[in-house]
Protein backbone atom coordinates (compact mmCIF):
# COMPACT_ATOMS: atom_id res chain seq x y z
CA UNK A 1 0.00 0.00 0.00
CA UNK A 2 1.22 3.72 -1.22
CA UNK A 3 0.63 4.66 2.55
CA UNK A 4 2.76 2.06 4.63
CA UNK A 5 5.48 2.93 2.11
CA UNK A 6 5.45 6.45 3.10
CA UNK A 7 5.03 5.82 6.29
CA UNK A 8 8.80 3.67 6.35
CA UNK A 9 9.96 6.46 4.11
CA UNK A 10 9.50 8.74 7.03
CA UNK A 11 10.40 6.11 9.88
CA UNK A 12 13.52 5.97 7.55
CA UNK A 13 14.51 10.15 7.86
CA UNK A 14 13.69 10.05 11.18
CA UNK A 15 16.08 7.09 12.02
CA UNK A 16 18.94 8.72 9.32
CA UNK A 17 18.83 12.09 12.06
CA UNK A 18 18.91 9.78 14.82
CA UNK A 19 21.98 8.19 13.50
CA UNK A 20 23.85 10.86 12.70
CA UNK A 21 23.19 12.80 16.19
CA UNK A 22 24.14 9.82 18.11
CA UNK A 23 27.29 9.64 15.99
CA UNK A 24 28.43 13.52 16.81
CA UNK A 25 27.31 12.51 20.25
CA UNK A 26 29.17 9.47 20.85
CA UNK A 27 32.47 10.97 18.79
CA UNK A 28 32.25 13.80 20.80
CA UNK A 29 31.66 16.57 18.24
CA UNK A 30 28.60 17.75 20.34
CA UNK A 31 28.97 18.65 24.06
CA UNK A 32 26.76 17.86 27.19
CA UNK A 33 25.03 21.21 25.96
CA UNK A 34 24.00 20.30 22.75
CA UNK A 35 23.32 16.72 23.23
CA UNK A 36 20.75 18.34 26.61
CA UNK A 37 19.62 20.29 24.13
CA UNK A 38 18.77 17.55 22.08
CA UNK A 39 17.35 15.71 24.92
CA UNK A 40 14.81 18.62 25.99
CA UNK A 41 13.49 18.94 22.77
CA UNK A 42 12.38 15.35 22.30
CA UNK A 43 10.66 15.74 25.60
CA UNK A 44 9.36 18.80 25.21
CA UNK A 45 7.80 17.09 21.42
CA UNK A 46 6.60 14.17 23.50
CA UNK A 47 4.64 16.60 26.18
CA UNK A 48 3.51 18.66 22.97
CA UNK A 49 2.08 15.70 20.91
CA UNK A 50 0.26 13.78 23.83
CA UNK A 51 -1.26 17.31 24.75
CA UNK A 52 -2.22 17.50 20.94
CA UNK A 53 -4.22 14.83 21.23
CA UNK A 54 -6.31 15.93 24.59
CA UNK A 55 -6.77 19.60 23.06
CA UNK A 56 -5.74 19.37 19.60
CA UNK A 57 -7.95 16.12 18.44
CA UNK A 58 -10.25 15.78 21.04
CA UNK A 59 -10.68 19.23 21.58
CA UNK A 60 -10.72 18.99 25.67
CA UNK A 61 -9.25 21.84 26.90
CA UNK A 62 -6.94 20.65 29.73
CA UNK A 63 -4.34 23.11 31.19
CA UNK A 64 -3.47 20.48 33.82
CA UNK A 65 0.17 18.76 31.68
CA UNK A 66 2.13 19.47 34.16
CA UNK A 67 0.61 16.92 36.75
CA UNK A 68 0.74 13.97 34.68
CA UNK A 69 4.51 14.89 33.50
CA UNK A 70 5.52 14.93 37.34
CA UNK A 71 3.48 11.67 38.08
CA UNK A 72 5.68 9.82 35.23
CA UNK A 73 8.81 11.59 36.63
CA UNK A 74 8.73 10.85 40.44
CA UNK A 75 7.06 7.37 40.22
CA UNK A 76 9.92 6.24 37.52
CA UNK A 77 12.62 8.12 39.58
CA UNK A 78 11.64 5.94 42.76
CA UNK A 79 11.96 3.04 40.53
CA UNK A 80 14.93 3.37 39.67
CA UNK A 81 16.69 5.44 42.04
CA UNK A 82 15.10 4.40 45.35
CA UNK A 83 14.56 0.32 44.34
CA UNK A 84 17.03 0.11 41.34
CA UNK A 85 14.96 -1.28 38.64
CA UNK A 86 15.83 -0.97 34.94
CA UNK A 87 15.59 2.33 33.65
CA UNK A 88 13.69 0.99 30.63
CA UNK A 89 11.18 -0.59 32.94
CA UNK A 90 10.59 2.20 35.18
CA UNK A 91 10.06 4.29 32.15
CA UNK A 92 6.81 2.16 31.19
CA UNK A 93 6.14 2.27 35.07
CA UNK A 94 6.09 6.19 35.21
CA UNK A 95 4.06 6.41 31.95
CA UNK A 96 1.25 3.45 33.24
CA UNK A 97 1.02 4.94 36.47
CA UNK A 98 0.50 8.63 34.94
CA UNK A 99 -2.23 7.13 32.67
CA UNK A 100 -3.99 5.83 35.33
CA UNK A 101 -3.61 9.13 37.25
CA UNK A 102 -5.38 10.77 34.00
CA UNK A 103 -8.29 8.25 34.16
CA UNK A 104 -8.75 9.00 37.93
CA UNK A 105 -8.96 12.76 36.91
CA UNK A 106 -10.72 12.19 33.32
CA UNK A 107 -13.68 10.57 34.72
CA UNK A 108 -14.74 13.08 36.99
CA UNK A 109 -13.64 16.35 35.38
CA UNK A 110 -14.69 15.43 31.52
CA UNK A 111 -18.41 16.14 31.65
CA UNK A 112 -17.03 19.30 32.14
CA UNK A 113 -16.77 21.42 29.36
CA UNK A 114 -14.44 24.63 27.90
CA UNK A 115 -13.46 26.77 30.45
CA UNK A 116 -14.33 24.50 33.69
CA UNK A 117 -12.73 21.76 32.17
CA UNK A 118 -9.47 23.52 32.34
CA UNK A 119 -9.96 25.28 36.21
CA UNK A 120 -10.90 21.83 37.16
CA UNK A 121 -7.37 19.97 35.40
CA UNK A 122 -5.36 22.61 36.43
CA UNK A 123 -6.93 22.25 39.60
CA UNK A 124 -5.78 18.99 39.74
CA UNK A 125 -2.39 19.14 38.64
CA UNK A 126 -1.65 21.34 41.37
CA UNK A 127 -3.30 18.77 43.22
CA UNK A 128 -0.55 16.39 42.39
CA UNK A 129 2.19 18.78 42.85
CA UNK A 130 1.08 19.47 46.31
CA UNK A 131 0.80 15.94 47.36
CA UNK A 132 4.40 15.47 45.97
CA UNK A 133 5.56 18.14 47.87
CA UNK A 134 4.47 16.71 51.20
CA UNK A 135 5.22 13.17 50.57
CA UNK A 136 9.06 13.26 53.09
CA UNK A 137 9.82 9.69 51.15
CA UNK A 138 10.92 12.16 47.73
CA UNK A 139 12.52 14.78 49.33
CA UNK A 140 9.13 16.81 49.51
CA UNK A 141 10.11 20.60 48.67
CA UNK A 142 13.90 19.61 48.87
CA UNK A 143 13.30 17.20 45.76
CA UNK A 144 14.85 14.06 45.41
CA UNK A 145 18.01 12.87 44.05
CA UNK A 146 17.91 11.33 40.90
CA UNK A 147 20.22 9.59 38.77
CA UNK A 148 21.34 10.52 35.52
CA UNK A 149 19.87 8.09 32.97
CA UNK A 150 18.16 9.54 30.15
CA UNK A 151 20.46 9.57 26.93
CA UNK A 152 19.41 10.89 23.71
CA UNK A 153 18.59 7.37 22.49
CA UNK A 154 16.08 6.84 24.80
CA UNK A 155 14.22 10.13 24.01
CA UNK A 156 14.85 9.64 20.51
CA UNK A 157 12.74 6.18 20.60
CA UNK A 158 10.53 7.29 23.01
CA UNK A 159 9.85 10.49 20.48
CA UNK A 160 9.65 7.91 17.46
CA UNK A 161 7.00 5.81 19.39
CA UNK A 162 5.02 8.37 21.30
CA UNK A 163 4.36 10.11 17.15
CA UNK A 164 4.00 6.74 15.57
CA UNK A 165 1.32 5.84 18.48
CA UNK A 166 -0.86 8.92 18.12
CA UNK A 167 -0.67 9.36 14.78
CA UNK A 168 -2.10 5.64 14.03
CA UNK A 169 -4.76 6.19 16.31
CA UNK A 170 -5.71 9.75 15.21
CA UNK A 171 -6.32 7.98 11.38
CA UNK A 172 -8.02 5.23 12.60
CA UNK A 173 -12.01 5.25 13.28
CA UNK A 174 -11.83 5.84 17.24
CA UNK A 175 -8.96 9.13 16.33
CA UNK A 176 -12.43 9.84 13.85
CA UNK A 177 -14.38 9.62 16.81
CA UNK A 178 -12.45 11.87 18.95
CA UNK A 179 -12.42 14.84 16.00
CA UNK A 180 -15.95 14.53 15.91
CA UNK A 181 -16.73 14.71 19.84
CA UNK A 182 -14.32 18.10 19.03
CA UNK A 183 -15.75 19.19 15.90
CA UNK A 184 -19.79 18.67 17.75
CA UNK A 185 -20.26 16.29 20.73
CA UNK A 186 -24.00 16.34 20.80
CA UNK A 187 -24.26 15.73 16.85
CA UNK A 188 -20.87 12.58 17.77
CA UNK A 189 -23.49 11.31 20.27
CA UNK A 190 -26.51 10.95 18.37
CA UNK A 191 -24.23 9.29 15.50
CA UNK A 192 -23.29 6.30 18.06
CA UNK A 193 -20.33 7.63 19.62
CA UNK A 194 -19.63 6.85 23.46
CA UNK A 195 -18.57 10.50 23.79
CA UNK A 196 -17.62 9.71 27.39
CA UNK A 197 -15.34 6.86 26.59
CA UNK A 198 -13.33 8.77 23.76
CA UNK A 199 -12.80 12.01 25.97
CA UNK A 200 -11.82 9.62 28.61
CA UNK A 201 -9.43 7.45 26.29
CA UNK A 202 -7.72 10.55 24.66
CA UNK A 203 -7.19 11.57 28.26
CA UNK A 204 -5.14 8.42 29.48
CA UNK A 205 -3.61 8.07 26.35
CA UNK A 206 -2.63 11.87 26.20
CA UNK A 207 -1.14 11.48 30.32
CA UNK A 208 0.75 7.89 29.51
CA UNK A 209 2.57 9.65 26.79
CA UNK A 210 3.33 12.91 29.59
CA UNK A 211 4.20 10.55 32.25
CA UNK A 212 6.65 8.91 29.60
CA UNK A 213 7.84 12.27 28.72
CA UNK A 214 8.34 12.72 32.84
CA UNK A 215 10.53 9.48 32.88
CA UNK A 216 13.01 10.95 30.85
CA UNK A 217 13.09 14.52 32.36
CA UNK A 218 13.61 13.28 35.66
CA UNK A 219 16.72 11.50 34.68
CA UNK A 220 17.98 14.10 32.65
CA UNK A 221 18.65 16.69 35.51
CA UNK A 222 20.53 15.45 39.41
CA UNK A 223 17.31 16.45 41.05
CA UNK A 224 13.51 17.41 41.00
CA UNK A 225 11.37 19.00 42.40
CA UNK A 226 8.04 20.01 42.90
CA UNK A 227 8.03 23.23 41.93
CA UNK A 228 9.29 22.22 38.31
CA UNK A 229 5.95 20.65 37.91
CA UNK A 230 3.69 24.22 38.50
CA UNK A 231 1.06 25.42 36.11
CA UNK A 232 3.76 27.57 34.20
CA UNK A 233 5.17 24.34 32.97
CA UNK A 234 1.24 23.28 31.92
CA UNK A 235 1.25 26.67 30.11
CA UNK A 236 4.29 26.28 28.58
CA UNK A 237 3.46 22.69 26.96
CA UNK A 238 -0.23 24.65 25.83
CA UNK A 239 1.82 27.36 24.30
CA UNK A 240 3.62 24.63 21.45
CA UNK A 241 0.12 23.05 21.09
CA UNK A 242 -1.56 26.42 20.40
CA UNK A 243 1.14 27.88 18.71
CA UNK A 244 1.54 25.19 16.28
CA UNK A 245 -2.10 24.98 15.48
CA UNK A 246 -4.65 23.22 17.42
CA UNK A 247 -5.39 19.93 15.39
CA UNK A 248 -1.92 19.76 13.44
CA UNK A 249 0.45 16.89 14.52
CA UNK A 250 3.51 18.44 12.83
CA UNK A 251 2.57 21.96 14.19
CA UNK A 252 2.80 21.08 17.79
CA UNK A 253 6.08 19.51 17.12
CA UNK A 254 7.56 22.26 14.90
CA UNK A 255 6.20 24.70 17.56
CA UNK A 256 7.62 22.15 20.59
CA UNK A 257 11.45 22.40 18.75
CA UNK A 258 11.63 26.17 18.17
CA UNK A 259 10.31 27.20 21.34
CA UNK A 260 12.61 24.92 23.16
CA UNK A 261 15.56 26.33 21.00
CA UNK A 262 14.21 30.11 21.08
CA UNK A 263 14.24 29.84 25.09
CA UNK A 264 17.63 27.95 25.64
CA UNK A 265 19.22 30.75 23.12
CA UNK A 266 17.60 33.55 25.00
CA UNK A 267 19.28 32.39 28.46
CA UNK A 268 21.95 34.84 27.53
CA UNK A 269 19.88 37.70 27.69
CA UNK A 270 18.49 36.53 31.33
CA UNK A 271 16.78 40.08 31.68
CA UNK A 272 15.17 40.61 28.60
CA UNK A 273 14.05 37.05 28.01
CA UNK A 274 10.91 36.43 28.92
CA UNK A 275 10.07 39.97 26.78
CA UNK A 276 11.41 38.73 23.93
CA UNK A 277 10.11 35.26 24.32
CA UNK A 278 6.91 36.85 25.30
CA UNK A 279 7.16 39.02 21.56
CA UNK A 280 8.28 35.85 19.73
CA UNK A 281 4.25 34.75 21.09
CA UNK A 282 2.19 37.75 20.27
CA UNK A 283 3.82 38.07 16.65
CA UNK A 284 3.49 34.70 15.46
CA UNK A 285 -0.38 35.26 16.80
CA UNK A 286 -0.76 38.20 15.54
CA UNK A 287 0.18 36.58 12.31
CA UNK A 288 -1.08 33.18 12.54
CA UNK A 289 -3.68 33.52 14.35
CA UNK A 290 -4.64 29.89 13.82
CA UNK A 291 -0.90 28.73 14.51
CA UNK A 292 1.91 27.92 12.73
CA UNK A 293 0.38 25.51 10.72
CA UNK A 294 -2.82 26.53 11.09
CA UNK A 295 -5.41 22.94 10.42
CA UNK A 296 -2.31 21.47 7.88
CA UNK A 297 0.00 18.96 8.59
CA UNK A 298 3.57 19.08 6.95
CA UNK A 299 2.21 15.82 5.11
CA UNK A 300 -0.37 17.90 2.91
CA UNK A 301 2.79 19.91 1.75
CA UNK A 302 4.04 16.96 -0.05
CA UNK A 303 0.73 16.11 -1.10
CA UNK A 304 1.12 12.07 -0.23
CA UNK A 305 -2.04 10.26 0.66
CA UNK A 306 -5.32 11.44 1.82
CA UNK A 307 -5.38 11.62 5.87
CA UNK A 308 -8.53 12.06 8.48
CA UNK A 309 -7.09 15.55 9.58
CA UNK A 310 -6.78 17.59 12.55
CA UNK A 311 -8.33 20.43 11.42
CA UNK A 312 -8.96 23.67 13.31
CA UNK A 313 -10.85 23.91 16.79
CA UNK A 314 -11.72 27.99 15.96
CA UNK A 315 -14.31 28.33 13.92
CA UNK B 1 -50.90 -3.36 10.05
CA UNK B 2 -47.66 -4.19 10.28
CA UNK B 3 -45.19 -4.77 13.54
CA UNK B 4 -45.29 -1.71 15.97
CA UNK B 5 -41.79 -0.60 16.41
CA UNK B 6 -41.63 2.38 18.44
CA UNK B 7 -44.78 3.26 21.15
CA UNK B 8 -44.81 6.60 22.95
CA UNK B 9 -46.87 6.19 26.05
CA UNK B 10 -47.49 9.43 27.88
CA UNK B 11 -44.67 10.91 27.68
CA UNK B 12 -43.55 14.64 29.45
CA UNK B 13 -40.94 16.50 30.34
CA UNK B 14 -40.67 19.37 32.64
CA UNK B 15 -37.65 22.02 32.79
CA UNK B 16 -38.31 23.62 36.37
CA UNK B 17 -41.65 24.80 35.90
CA UNK B 18 -42.31 24.37 32.33
CA UNK B 19 -44.21 21.81 31.30
CA UNK B 20 -42.45 21.57 27.65
CA UNK B 21 -43.96 18.65 26.49
CA UNK B 22 -47.25 16.37 28.10
CA UNK B 23 -49.35 13.60 27.79
CA UNK B 24 -47.65 12.99 24.37
CA UNK B 25 -48.50 9.13 22.66
CA UNK B 26 -48.09 8.11 19.48
CA UNK B 27 -47.32 4.82 17.70
CA UNK B 28 -45.36 3.96 14.56
CA UNK B 29 -45.69 0.49 12.64
CA UNK B 30 -42.56 -0.68 10.63
CA UNK B 31 -42.35 1.18 7.55
CA UNK B 32 -44.83 3.83 7.98
CA UNK B 33 -43.45 7.59 7.13
CA UNK B 34 -45.11 9.97 9.59
CA UNK B 35 -45.42 13.69 10.17
CA UNK B 36 -45.24 15.52 13.04
CA UNK B 37 -46.25 19.40 12.99
CA UNK B 38 -47.12 22.65 15.11
CA UNK B 39 -46.41 25.62 15.49
CA UNK B 40 -43.05 27.23 16.67
CA UNK B 41 -42.23 26.52 20.23
CA UNK B 42 -44.95 23.40 20.28
CA UNK B 43 -42.33 20.75 21.47
CA UNK B 44 -41.38 18.63 18.16
CA UNK B 45 -37.52 19.25 18.99
CA UNK B 46 -38.30 18.78 22.44
CA UNK B 47 -40.19 15.49 21.66
CA UNK B 48 -36.98 14.10 18.82
CA UNK B 49 -34.90 15.09 21.93
CA UNK B 50 -36.56 12.60 24.34
CA UNK B 51 -36.83 9.98 21.39
CA UNK B 52 -33.20 10.46 20.88
CA UNK B 53 -32.11 10.33 24.47
CA UNK B 54 -30.43 13.64 24.37
CA UNK B 55 -33.47 14.33 27.02
CA UNK B 56 -34.94 11.91 29.76
CA UNK B 57 -38.39 12.15 29.86
CA UNK B 58 -39.73 13.29 33.20
CA UNK B 59 -43.48 11.15 33.04
CA UNK B 60 -44.43 8.21 30.79
CA UNK B 61 -42.57 5.45 28.63
CA UNK B 62 -40.54 5.39 25.22
CA UNK B 63 -40.94 1.62 24.21
CA UNK B 64 -38.70 1.02 20.82
CA UNK B 65 -38.03 -2.09 19.21
CA UNK B 66 -39.40 -4.01 22.23
CA UNK B 67 -36.95 -2.08 24.38
CA UNK B 68 -37.69 0.51 27.11
CA UNK B 69 -35.26 3.76 25.51
CA UNK B 70 -36.28 6.36 28.29
CA UNK B 71 -32.75 6.40 30.43
CA UNK B 72 -30.43 5.57 26.84
CA UNK B 73 -27.79 8.31 26.90
CA UNK B 74 -27.89 9.18 22.55
CA UNK B 75 -25.52 6.78 21.09
CA UNK B 76 -27.06 3.78 22.72
CA UNK B 77 -30.44 4.91 21.55
CA UNK B 78 -28.43 5.22 18.33
CA UNK B 79 -27.05 1.45 18.26
CA UNK B 80 -30.66 0.11 19.23
CA UNK B 81 -31.98 1.38 15.63
CA UNK B 82 -32.62 5.44 16.21
CA UNK B 83 -30.68 8.27 13.81
CA UNK B 84 -31.48 11.61 13.47
CA UNK B 85 -30.80 14.63 11.92
CA UNK B 86 -30.96 18.20 13.62
CA UNK B 87 -33.13 21.31 12.77
CA UNK B 88 -29.87 23.46 12.54
CA UNK B 89 -27.17 21.53 10.99
CA UNK B 90 -24.49 19.77 13.22
CA UNK B 91 -22.07 18.37 10.68
CA UNK B 92 -18.53 17.65 11.92
CA UNK B 93 -17.45 20.74 10.00
CA UNK B 94 -13.52 19.92 9.36
CA UNK B 95 -13.88 16.93 8.79
CA UNK B 96 -14.07 15.80 5.59
CA UNK B 97 -17.65 14.70 3.73
CA UNK B 98 -16.10 11.23 3.42
CA UNK B 99 -14.87 11.54 7.02
CA UNK B 100 -18.04 12.91 8.13
CA UNK B 101 -20.14 9.24 6.90
CA UNK B 102 -16.94 7.52 8.41
CA UNK B 103 -17.95 8.99 11.73
CA UNK B 104 -21.61 7.34 11.27
CA UNK B 105 -20.47 3.94 10.65
CA UNK B 106 -17.81 3.49 13.34
CA UNK B 107 -19.81 0.22 14.17
CA UNK B 108 -19.43 -1.08 11.36
CA UNK B 109 -15.92 -2.40 12.07
CA UNK B 110 -14.36 -3.31 15.07
CA UNK B 111 -10.60 -3.13 15.11
CA UNK B 112 -9.57 -2.02 19.20
CA UNK B 113 -7.82 0.67 19.49
CA UNK B 114 -4.85 -1.50 19.99
CA UNK B 115 -5.16 -2.92 16.42
CA UNK B 116 -4.95 0.86 15.18
CA UNK B 117 -2.14 1.91 17.01
CA UNK B 118 -0.20 -1.03 16.07
CA UNK B 119 -1.75 -1.11 12.64
CA UNK B 120 -2.61 -4.82 12.42
CA UNK B 121 -4.47 -6.48 9.46
CA UNK B 122 -7.78 -6.06 11.23
CA UNK B 123 -7.56 -2.49 11.34
CA UNK B 124 -6.98 -2.25 7.15
CA UNK B 125 -9.69 -4.69 6.65
CA UNK B 126 -12.12 -2.74 9.05
CA UNK B 127 -10.44 0.81 7.39
CA UNK B 128 -10.69 -0.53 3.91
CA UNK B 129 -14.69 -1.83 4.39
CA UNK B 130 -15.54 1.48 6.38
CA UNK B 131 -14.45 3.43 3.23
CA UNK B 132 -16.47 1.35 0.75
CA UNK B 133 -19.54 1.44 2.33
CA UNK B 134 -19.08 5.09 3.53
CA UNK B 135 -18.41 5.51 -0.40
CA UNK B 136 -21.67 4.14 -1.26
CA UNK B 137 -23.81 6.16 1.23
CA UNK B 138 -22.47 9.13 -0.81
CA UNK B 139 -23.12 7.87 -3.96
CA UNK B 140 -26.80 7.30 -3.22
CA UNK B 141 -26.70 11.24 -2.02
CA UNK B 142 -25.17 11.94 -5.34
CA UNK B 143 -22.02 13.53 -2.86
CA UNK B 144 -19.19 10.79 -3.60
CA UNK B 145 -17.81 13.44 -6.07
CA UNK B 146 -17.07 15.96 -3.12
CA UNK B 147 -15.98 13.47 -0.74
CA UNK B 148 -12.98 14.62 0.14
CA UNK B 149 -14.01 18.18 0.66
CA UNK B 150 -14.36 19.47 3.84
CA UNK B 151 -18.14 19.45 5.05
CA UNK B 152 -18.07 23.09 5.91
CA UNK B 153 -17.18 24.23 2.40
CA UNK B 154 -20.55 22.17 0.36
CA UNK B 155 -23.51 24.62 -0.35
CA UNK B 156 -26.51 24.32 2.09
CA UNK B 157 -28.40 22.14 0.41
CA UNK B 158 -25.86 19.44 0.13
CA UNK B 159 -24.96 20.15 3.60
CA UNK B 160 -28.62 19.06 4.52
CA UNK B 161 -28.41 15.85 2.51
CA UNK B 162 -25.03 14.73 4.30
CA UNK B 163 -26.62 15.06 7.25
CA UNK B 164 -28.95 12.29 6.18
CA UNK B 165 -26.43 10.70 4.67
CA UNK B 166 -24.79 10.24 8.33
CA UNK B 167 -27.48 9.71 9.61
CA UNK B 168 -28.50 6.36 7.46
CA UNK B 169 -24.77 5.20 7.88
CA UNK B 170 -25.61 4.92 11.06
CA UNK B 171 -27.72 2.16 10.20
CA UNK B 172 -31.36 2.98 11.89
CA UNK B 173 -34.57 1.32 11.84
CA UNK B 174 -36.09 4.92 12.71
CA UNK B 175 -34.91 7.86 10.98
CA UNK B 176 -35.96 11.00 12.46
CA UNK B 177 -35.68 14.08 10.47
CA UNK B 178 -35.76 17.88 11.91
CA UNK B 179 -37.08 19.63 9.57
CA UNK B 180 -34.87 18.52 6.08
CA UNK B 181 -36.40 21.13 3.96
CA UNK B 182 -35.36 24.01 6.29
CA UNK B 183 -34.26 26.77 3.68
CA UNK B 184 -34.64 24.87 0.61
CA UNK B 185 -36.31 26.14 -2.67
CA UNK B 186 -38.81 24.22 -4.08
CA UNK B 187 -37.01 22.91 -6.69
CA UNK B 188 -34.46 21.38 -3.98
CA UNK B 189 -37.61 20.74 -1.55
CA UNK B 190 -38.96 18.68 -4.24
CA UNK B 191 -35.75 16.56 -4.69
CA UNK B 192 -35.58 15.82 -1.24
CA UNK B 193 -38.88 14.52 -0.98
CA UNK B 194 -37.63 12.21 -3.84
CA UNK B 195 -35.20 11.23 -1.96
CA UNK B 196 -37.05 10.34 1.14
CA UNK B 197 -39.27 7.78 -0.58
CA UNK B 198 -36.09 6.54 -2.63
CA UNK B 199 -34.24 5.61 0.71
CA UNK B 200 -36.84 4.82 2.81
CA UNK B 201 -37.69 2.18 0.25
CA UNK B 202 -34.24 0.75 -0.30
CA UNK B 203 -33.56 0.92 3.48
CA UNK B 204 -36.96 -0.48 4.51
CA UNK B 205 -36.74 2.65 6.71
CA UNK B 206 -39.68 3.87 9.13
CA UNK B 207 -39.55 7.74 9.69
CA UNK B 208 -40.78 10.58 11.27
CA UNK B 209 -40.52 13.44 10.25
CA UNK B 210 -40.85 17.56 11.59
CA UNK B 211 -41.58 19.72 8.86
CA UNK B 212 -42.91 23.53 8.38
CA UNK B 213 -43.39 22.81 4.46
CA UNK B 214 -46.73 21.47 4.20
CA UNK B 215 -46.70 20.60 0.85
CA UNK B 216 -44.02 18.34 1.71
CA UNK B 217 -45.49 16.77 4.64
CA UNK B 218 -49.06 16.35 3.35
CA UNK B 219 -47.45 14.95 0.01
CA UNK B 220 -45.43 12.49 1.30
CA UNK B 221 -46.89 11.66 4.97
CA UNK B 222 -49.27 9.28 5.77
CA UNK B 223 -50.13 10.06 9.09
CA UNK B 224 -49.75 13.27 10.73
CA UNK B 225 -49.37 14.19 14.70
CA UNK B 226 -50.24 18.18 15.55
CA UNK B 227 -48.29 19.46 18.19
CA UNK B 228 -49.21 22.91 19.64
CA UNK B 229 -48.12 24.16 23.09
CA UNK B 230 -46.56 21.11 24.48
CA UNK B 231 -49.80 18.60 24.24
CA UNK B 232 -51.03 16.01 20.95
CA UNK B 233 -53.69 18.48 19.56
CA UNK B 234 -54.55 16.09 16.53
CA UNK B 235 -53.53 12.82 14.86
CA UNK B 236 -54.66 11.42 11.32
CA UNK B 237 -54.12 11.51 7.89
CA UNK B 238 -53.33 14.38 5.81
CA UNK B 239 -56.69 14.93 4.90
CA UNK B 240 -58.44 14.81 8.30
CA UNK B 241 -55.27 17.21 9.47
CA UNK B 242 -56.21 20.09 6.88
CA UNK B 243 -59.56 19.94 7.94
CA UNK B 244 -59.40 19.35 11.43
CA UNK B 245 -60.69 22.79 13.53
CA UNK B 246 -58.20 22.43 16.07
CA UNK B 247 -55.29 22.35 13.80
CA UNK B 248 -56.49 25.53 11.97
CA UNK B 249 -56.84 27.27 15.17
CA UNK B 250 -53.18 26.30 16.31
CA UNK B 251 -51.81 27.67 13.00
CA UNK B 252 -54.27 30.32 12.37
CA UNK B 253 -55.51 31.45 15.18
CA UNK B 254 -59.23 31.75 16.60
CA UNK B 255 -61.84 33.34 14.55
CA UNK B 256 -62.72 36.78 15.91
CA UNK B 257 -67.09 36.84 16.79
CA UNK B 258 -69.09 38.93 16.49
Redesign the interface.
Known amino acids: ?1 KK ?1 KVFWIYVAVALVVYGIVEFLISNGNLDMYYSNLFITIAINVILAVSLHLVIGITGQFSIGHAGFLAVGAYISAIFTTNLGWPFPVALLIGAFVAAIAGLIVGIPTLRLKGDYLAIATLGFAEIIRIVFLNIDYVGGAAGMQVDYLTTWSYAFFAVLITII ?1 IS ?2 TN ?6 C ?2 VR ?2 E ?10 TFYKV ?1 AFAIGSFFAGLAGGLFSHNFFIIQPSQFGFLKSFDILIYVVLGGL ?1 SLSGSIIAAILLTIISLYLQDFPETRMIIYSLVLIIVMLYRPSGLMG ?1 KEVTDLFKFG ?1 K ?5 VN ?1 | MSNLLLKVENVGIQFGGLKAVSGLNMDMHQGELIGLIGPNGAGKTTSFNMLTGVYKPTEGVITFDGKKTNNMSPHQVTKSGVSRTFQNIRLFKELSVLDNVKVANHSLAHHSVLSSILRLPSYFSGEAKMEQQSIEFLKIFGLDKYMHELAKNLPYGMQRRLEIARALAAKPKLLLLDEPAAGMNPQETHDLMELIALIREKFDLTILLIEHDMGLVMGICERIYVLDHGQLIAHGNPEDIRNNPKVIEAYLGEEVTG
Open positions: MSVNFSRHGRAIAEDIAADAMGINTLGTKSRGGNE
